[in-house]
């Protein structure tokens, strides 16, 4: 999705008021893929400048109410928003650099797990998080020039 025409589509499908920052947090959104806040407060400057904190803030709320976007918190991560909503991916973190990508689920349909005890609850969804190095991370490590000290007794 790239043009403000589709965005506002898509705000007016949600029954949302179309407005310049809705516009602009959905584009920066869309552009930076699983962005924190403090980046997509970046990016809707970038575009209007005069927009606070705050409306950002709301914006991102009244999008994720809505299901525009969604909001992803992995372990030791602040919160992210992402596009890709409706389905039940998962995510893949780079322990090293924090760069995190999707990951369609592995087998069967949502939630893709299933509990070994539900405790009456009706399961909707289940969060899976792959922790592991991305291919630029892994390459620096298994090149790693630092010499190694070695420890005399």
Not at 87 to 114: E, F, K, M, Q, Y
Not at 117 to 141: K, N, T
């Amino acid at each position: 999705m790239s043009s403000a025409a589709e965005y506002e589509s898509l705000l007016r499908d949600s029954e949302l008021r179309v407005t310049r920052p809705r516009v602009a947090v959905l584009n920066a959104v869309y552009d930076h893929p699983h962005a924190d806040t403090t980046s997509i407060i970046d990016a809707v400057r970038g575009e209007l400048p005069e927009v606070s904190h705050q409306a950002v803030y709301d914006v991102l709320r009244a999008l994720t109410d809505a299901g525009l976007v969604r909001n992803i918190q992995p372990p030791g991560s602040v919160a992210r928003y992402e596009s890709r909503v409706g389905d039940n991916h998962h995510h893949i973190v780079c322990r090293s650099c924090g760069a995190i990508a999707d990951v369609d689920c592995a087998v069967g349909d949502a939630p893709c797990l299933t509990a070994s005890e539900d405790h009456g609850f009706v399961i909707e969804e289940a969060e899976v998080v792959y922790r592991g190095l991305c291919p630029d991370c892994a390459a620096e490590s298994t090149h790693d020039p630092s010499p190694r000290k070695e420890s005399r007794v």
